[in-house]
């Protein structure tokens, strides 16, 4: 589907400015080509880049909510799975991950080349230190509740450290708008009359 609307959208382009312009724009044609053929590949990683935010705000409510289920004396297959349906609403996608992640173990593949695999379909590197976590709590038998716990404080404390970090941001953000627009507005205001008066006061001299 994706290889097949980059053609498309190409093939359109260049159909729509062939039946515009004619051949004349050798350019012309050359440029919408291309960019209907890249517009696919721009919409794709927009829709990658949000679906990536959306499960690492979810993540650390996913987190709790395992950290519940294994302290009342569910497994973690059985917990990821729990909290996969309690999130279908609140968060689709994560819950869809937690989704593959258990239909994969129950296919039969090990639980750790599941994990590794929703590390691969994701792409956030919470999810990748989340699967390092369980990996080695696995591996060396320690609990489960203990590590998410520490986990999802950690990743809290990570995310309001972003939240500060873009708050701090917003004062540089904003100062090419300011300059731009409120500047040359508080200049008009508070020099215009001035200059009104002026222009006022100098006319009937320069008339004599």
Same mark, same amino acid.
């Given at each position: 589907?994706?290889?097949? *609307?980059?053609?498309?959208?190409?093939?359109?382009?260049?159909?729509? /400015? $062939? &039946?515009?312009?004619?051949?004349?724009?050798?350019?012309?044609? &050359?440029? $919408?080509?291309?960019?209907?053929?890249?517009?696919?590949?721009?919409?794709?990683? =927009?829709?990658?880049?949000? =679906?990536?935010?959306? $499960?690492?705000?979810?993540?650390?409510? @996913?987190?709790?909510?395992?950290?519940?289920? /294994?302290? @009342?004396?569910? @497994?973690?297959?059985?917990?990821?799975?729990?909290?996969?349906?309690?999130?279908?609403?609140?968060?689709?996608?994560?819950?869809?991950?937690?989704? #593959?992640?258990?239909?994969? !173990?129950?296919?039969?593949?090990?639980?750790?080349?599941?994990?590794?695999?929703? $590390?691969?379909?994701?792409? /956030?590197?919470?999810? =990748?230190? #989340?699967?390092?976590?369980?990996?080695?709590?696995?591996?060396?038998?320690?609990?489960?509740?203990? &590590?998410?716990? /520490?986990?999802?404080? *950690? #990743?809290?404390?990570?995310?309001?450290?972003?939240?500060?970090?873009?708050? @701090?941001k917003t004062t540089i953000k904003m100062i090419i708008p300011l300059v731009v627009f409120v500047l040359p507005s508080i200049i008009f205001v508070?020099?215009?009359?001035?200059?009104?008066?002026?222009?006022?006061?100098?006319?009937?001299? !320069?008339?004599?």
């Amino acid at each position: 589907m994706y290889v097949g *609307s980059r053609v498309l959208l190409a093939f359109m382009g260049l159909t729509v /400015v $062939i &039946a515009a312009a004619g051949f004349k724009s050798l350019i012309l044609m &050359a440029s $919408i080509t291309a960019f209907c053929f890249f517009l696919p590949r721009f919409v794709l990683k =927009r829709m990658i880049r949000d =679906r990536q935010r959306r $499960i690492t705000l979810a993540l650390p409510d @996913a987190l709790d909510l395992t950290v519940i289920c /294994v302290e @009342a004396g569910l @497994a973690l297959d059985q917990a990821l799975m729990r909290v996969g349906e309690d999130l279908h609403h609140a968060h689709p996608d994560l819950s869809d991950e937690f989704y #593959l992640v258990n239909l994969e !173990m129950r296919a039969g593949k090990p639980r750790v080349e599941a994990l590794r695999n929703l $590390i691969e379909r994701t792409g /956030v590197d919470d999810v =990748r230190a #989340l699967v390092g976590t369980l990996v080695q709590t696995d591996r060396f038998g320690t609990s489960v509740a203990q &590590a998410l716990r /520490v986990h999802s404080d *950690s #990743l809290r404390t990570e995310r309001r450290q972003r939240a500060e970090e873009q708050a @701090a941001k917003t004062t540089i953000k904003m100062i090419i708008p300011l300059v731009v627009f409120v500047l040359p507005s508080i200049i008009f205001v508070t020099l215009g009359p001035a200059v009104i008066e002026l222009v006022r006061t100098l006319m009937p001299e !320069m008339r004599r």
